[in-house]
């Protein structure tokens, strides 16, 4: 899973960066989020057991959401979709690691409130309606759903802001990875343009490192048991 992250990361960083393509380039076609669908052996009936997680179990109507938006993620970042079983185990990955954070979390203490979170979904719901519920279709989303995972977020953010340490990114750092992404692109901003975003983007990756080495801590303390 943490390579996977790590993957993401540096496409999308490279996506960025790079100056726009000519019409040509842009004109090519795109697999587009809403052409991404789950095949019925792909799919668990909804009121199935998927996994169990220390005192929780999952069920399939969940596994079926996150599945299809991992299967999503990875199409767009260029992975291969067609290992069923590779993303059924990122899907299992992520699940296991949204779940111990979250009881985690409750341990700690860290809650955010109702009003925050329906705040969050108002504000989505209002910017475009129309765009919005094209959203729900595609990721296979209810507005019921989409409030869990904006909770998600929103305990993860809080998470990762009191409990998370990273190294600060110095602008050696920022230098070091500009001149690598300089070596391998003919087109790429200038560097005072590029080092804020360096600069959020290898923030990040020290976020998800340090996240995924608490995640993993968390595993080899923790009952769990995968019934797919």
Do not use: W
Not at 15 to 35: F, H, R, S
Not at 52 to 68: F, K, M, P, Q, R
Not at 80 to 108: C, G
């Amino acid at each position: 899973m943490k390579k996977l992250i790590l993957s993401f990361m540096m496409i999308g960083l490279i996506a960025i960066l790079a100056a726009c393509g000519d019409k040509e380039e842009k004109a090519q076609e795109t697999v587009q989020p809403q052409d991404i669908t789950m095949e019925e052996d792909e799919k668990v009936a909804d009121d199935d057991v998927v996994i169990s997680i220390n005192d929780t179990e999952v069920s399939g109507d969940h596994y079926n959401t996150i599945y299809l938006q991992t299967k999503i993620r990875a199409s767009q970042f260029g992975q291969d979709i067609e290992d069923k079983e590779n993303t059924k185990e990122i899907t299992l990955n992520e699940i296991i690691a949204q779940e111990l954070i979250k009881q985690e979390a409750e341990r700690l203490g860290i809650e955010v409130s109702e009003e925050n979170v329906q705040e969050e979904l108002d504000t989505l719901k209002s910017e475009n309606e129309e765009q919005f519920e094209a959203y729900l279709e595609t990721y296979n989303l209810t507005e019921d759903s989409l409030k869990e995972q904006i909770r998600f977020s929103q305990i993860l953010s809080q998470f990762i802001e009191e409990e998370i340490e990273i190294a600060e990114v110095t602008e050696d750092d920022i230098k070091e990875t500009y001149d690598q992404l300089k070596k391998d692109m003919e087109n790429i901003m200038e560097f005072e343009q590029a080092e804020p975003i360096i600069e959020q983007q290898l923030t990040q990756q020290r976020e998800a490192d340090a996240l995924q080495a608490k995640v993993e801590e968390l595993m080899d303390d923790a009952n769990i048991e995968k019934h797919i």
